[in-house]
C-alpha cells in the first residue's frame, strides 16, 4: 500500500483531490452572497493550481510526512530473539507449512502475487494513461485548426452600421484592445475567438437583428474579450486533457463554463441592458442557432443545455452582479500560493515513521511490554520452551525427538523467531 501511495501519479491525483476540494468549499461558501464573476474566478485558480502541480511537485524540495507502514507481509521479531539452528528451522518450516489452513495458505500466496504484479499493471495502467492525454491532445488541435478555418472562411464586415456599434460598446466597455468583427456564412451562433488578436465571429442572417439585439450580443461577446475567457478556457480544456481520469477535473471545467457565462451576463446587465429584453434576444438566440458545437477554444454566446439556469439569473432583480476587485483578486492569489506551494511539496514518506517507531523501541516502557511478549510467547509456544534447553544430535542439528508441535493461526500470523 505503501508503495502506491509514494507513486508519483497517485501523489498527483491526491494533491488534485485537494486542490478541487479547497475550491469547491470556497465556491459553497461564496455561492449564495458573491458573484458569478467572484466564483469564476475561484475556479480558474484551481484550474490554474492543477496545472502548475506537475512542475511544482517536482521543482520544489521534498517536505515528507509520515504515513503509516502498511505491509502485506506478516510481522516478525527483531533478530534479537534467538532463534533455532538452520536445519531445526527448515523442519519447522516444512511442518507449519502443512499444520497452516488452507485459506491462509492462499492469501499469502495471493499476496505475493499481487507484489509480482504490481511493476506490470504500473505499466498497463500508464499505457492508457498516455494514449488518453494523446486523443485529448489531439482534440484539442483538431478544434484549433477548426477555429481557424471558420475564421478564414469568414467575411470582414464593412458594413458602417456594425462598425460603429462595435466602436460605441468597446468604448462603453473600456476595452482598447482592436477587434475584428467577422461573418460567418454557416448557421451558428455568436462567439469570441483567439487568444492575442480576438475576433467576433456572427452568423450571416444577423443582419436581420434589431438594433437591440446586435447591441446585446456585442456587449456579451466583448464581456468575453475584457474577462479573457478564451485564455481560461483552453487552460480549462488542457487541464481536463492531463487529468482526464481524474472525474473532479471535468467537474471543474464544467463550473468554469457555467460561471462563465453568468458573470458575462451579469456584465451585460450591468451596462443598461433591460433584464427582460436581454432574456428574450437570449431564448431567440439559442433557439434558432444554440443547437450547433462550438469548438472548444471558442466561447459562444448562448447553448440550450444551460439556458434555463441564466434566464433565471438575467431576471433576478436581487442578484449580485458586482465584479471581484483588483485588491481582491490579488489577495485571493496570495491564499491560493499559500495553500498550494505547502501542498505539492508534500511527499508521502515511511521513513519518518519507522524512525519514531524505533524511537519509541528503545524507551523503557517499549523494552517492558516485547519482554512481556516475549515470555509470553515462549509460555504459549511449544517450540520456545523446547528451545530453552535444546539437545544437539549432531553439528547445527537437533534431535527432534518430542512429537510434532502444532502452532495456532495467531502464531503462524504474526511468526515469532521459533516460527520459520
Not at 519507522?354 to 511478549?373: D, I, M, Q, V
Request: some cysteine; glycine content about 6%.
Amino acid at each position: 500500500m505503501n508503495t502506491i501511495l509514494q507513486t508519483p501519479v497517485v501523489m498527483l491525483l491526491i494533491k488534485a483531490t485537494a486542490v478541487l476540494a479547497a475550491a469547491a468549499a470556497a465556491e459553497a461558501a461564496l455561492r449564495r452572497h458573491a458573484s458569478a464573476a467572484t466564483r469564476h474566478g475561484v475556479w480558474t485558480l484551481a484550474i490554474a493550481a492543477l496545472l502548475a502541480l506537475p512542475a511544482l511537485s517536482v521543482s520544489l524540495p521534498e517536505w515528507p510526512v509520515a504515513m503509516p507502514a502498511w505491509s502485506m507481509e506478516p510481522a516478525r521479531v527483531p533478530a534479537s530473539v534467538d532463534a533455532p539452528p538452520t536445519l531445526a528451522r527448515q523442519h519447522l518450516a516444512i511442518e507449519a507449512r502443512d499444520a497452516m489452513p488452507v485459506s491462509e495458505t492462499t492469501a499469502i500466496t495471493t499476496a505475493s502475487g499481487q507484489r509480482n504484479l504490481w511493476p506490470a499493471w504500473q505499466t498497463f495502467a500508464a499505457g492508457i494513461y498516455v494514449a488518453g492525454l494523446l486523443v485529448l491532445l489531439a482534440r484539442l488541435v483538431v478544434d484549433q485548426i477548426g477555429a481557424r478555418r471558420l475564421v478564414a472562411a469568414a467575411d470582414e464586415i464593412q458594413d458602417s452600421d456594425w462598425n460603429r456599434l462595435l466602436d460605441e460598446c468597446r468604448a462603453l466597455m473600456g476595452l482598447h484592445a482592436p477587434v475584428r468583427l467577422l461573418r460567418t456564412r454557416g448557421h451558428v451562433t455568436p462567439m469570441a475567438l483567439g487568444l492575442g488578436s480576438p475576433v467576433i465571429v456572427i452568423p450571416g442572417t444577423a443582419d436581420a437583428w434589431s438594433l437591440e439585439r446586435r447591441r446585446a450580443v456585442l456587449l456579451h461577446e466583448l464581456a468575453h474579450i475584457e474577462r479573457r475567457d478564451c485564455l481560461t478556457q483552453t487552460l480549462a480544456s488542457l487541464t481536463s486533457a492531463v487529468y482526464w481520469i481524474h472525474p473532479g477535473a471535468w467537474w471543474a471545467a464544467k463550473r468554469l463554463q457555467v460561471e462563465r457565462e453568468f458573470a458575462c451576463d451579469d456584465r451585460v446587465l450591468g451596462l443598461g441592458a433591460g433584464a427582460r429584453d436581454y432574456a428574450g434576444h437570449l431564448l431567440e438566440i439559442a433557439y434558432n442557432l444554440g443547437g450547433g458545437r462550438t469548438p472548444a477554444l471558442a466561447v459562444g454566446m448562448a447553448r440550450r443545455g444551460q439556458l434555463e439556469g441564466r434566464l433565471l439569473a438575467v431576471l433576478d432583480a436581487a442578484r449580485n452582479r458586482r465584479a471581484p476587485s483588483a485588491p481582491g483578486r490579488w489577495i485571493a492569489s496570495v491564499a491560493a500560493l499559500a495553500v498550494l506551494l505547502p501542498l505539492a511539496a508534500l511527499t508521502a514518506s515511511t521513513h519518518a515513521a519507522a524512525t519514531s517507531r524505533e524511537s519509541n523501541a528503545r524507551s523503557p516502557e517499549s523494552t517492558k511490554s516485547t519482554t512481556l511478549s516475549r515470555r509470553r510467547w515462549r509460555s504459549k509456544c511449544w517450540v520456545c520452551r523446547r528451545r530453552a534447553s535444546p539437545r544437539p544430535a549432531g553439528r547445527g542439528a537437533w534431535n527432534i525427538s518430542r512429537p510434532t508441535p502444532t502452532f495456532c493461526s495467531t502464531a503462524l500470523t504474526t511468526r515469532p523467531a521459533c516460527v520459520p
